[in-house]
């Protein structure tokens, strides 16, 4: 992984970070969401217009992934409903990194070498420590139906990642492709609002609208950046490294959700610094 991958991937973080903590912020998650796929529908769609064509080889990854996509979302939206950001950000996050090393050796035949096996093993742990800190430093007892929710969104995590790091590779423009699956993921959510709530939508998207466009843009601009790291450098590393965004999704709960950020975050945090050093290290 170059200087420059692992630029865009940190750029990455911190967009990711920041359109999700957008997207929680929005109580209604319904309304959210709507205005989040929407808008990434209408990003995607403009950008179609002067992206080249994915390749044909392309378009069987593209509809799995956009499938996968929706399915990540509905499990971001019941995480999100059910419990606390600074608690299923994390999980979510966590869990994706150590799968995708398993798919990509599994499916792809990236088989990482000792110093990104060792960086992905422990930034893992920095972010698993993050997450059982949520779910301890709260003084409550574990909420298991919104940690399940958490990790099935960190399993579609996974499954998209893999997905998409073969899809992209494939298509011979990263930028049609995130285009092309911006508009095929960003229809369900909005269809199924319109079903539940017909004539009612429109004003409760209203008072949102700029908020939910801004998370929109942010998240095609992070997921854009995500895929062409992958046509650089191997899937497992980025996608740990994608996952230095819990460090920033920390500091949002805190300066904006009131969390805490005591010293088991930070040492979660210098954990997955450690880890990011080590994935590094073969650059």
Do not use: C
């Not at 080889?57 to 995480?79: D, F, G, I, K, Q």
Request: charged share 10%; net charge positive; no cysteine.
């Amino acid at each position: 992984m170059t200087p420059l991958v692992a630029l865009a991937v940190l750029i990455a973080a911190v967009t990711h970070a920041s359109w999700n903590a957008i997207a929680h912020a929005i109580k209604d998650q319904l309304i959210s969401f709507t205005l989040i796929s929407g808008g990434g529908l209408l990003i995607g769609a403009a950008m179609a217009l002067f992206a080249p064509f994915p390749a044909a080889e392309a378009w069987p990854y593209l509809v799995t992934s956009a499938a996968l996509h929706v399915l990540y979302m509905l499990l971001l939206m019941r995480s999100f409903t059910l419990g606390d950001f600074g608690q299923m950000y994390p999980i979510a996050r966590g869990t994706a990194p150590l799968v995708v090393t398993v798919l990509a050796a599994v499916f792809v035949g990236e088989r990482p070498d000792g110093w990104a096996t060792a960086g992905v093993a422990v930034a893992s742990a920095g972010l698993v420590g993050l997450a059982l800190w949520g779910i301890r430093g709260s003084g409550k007892r574990p909420h298991w139906p919104a940690i399940v929710a958490a990790l099935g969104t960190g399993l579609a995590i996974a499954g998209y990642t893999t997905v998409d790091g073969v899809g992209v590779r494939a298509s011979d423009t990263p930028l049609g492709y995130v285009a092309w699956l911006m508009v095929l993921e960003g229809m369900a959510i909005p269809a199924y609002a319109y079903y539940r709530r017909r004539s009612e939508l429109v004003a409760q998207l209203k008072p949102f609208a700029v908020r939910g466009l801004l998370g929109a843009a942010l998240s095609v601009i992070a997921y854009g950046l995500v895929l062409w790291a992958q046509t650089k450098a191997p899937l497992a590393p980025i996608a740990a490294l994608r996952e230095s965004s819990i460090i920033v999704g920390a500091a949002i709960g805190t300066l904006f959700f009131k969390e805490r950020f005591g010293a088991p975050r930070i040492a979660a945090a210098g954990l997955m610094v450690v880890g990011i050093g080590l994935m590094l290290h073969t650059s």
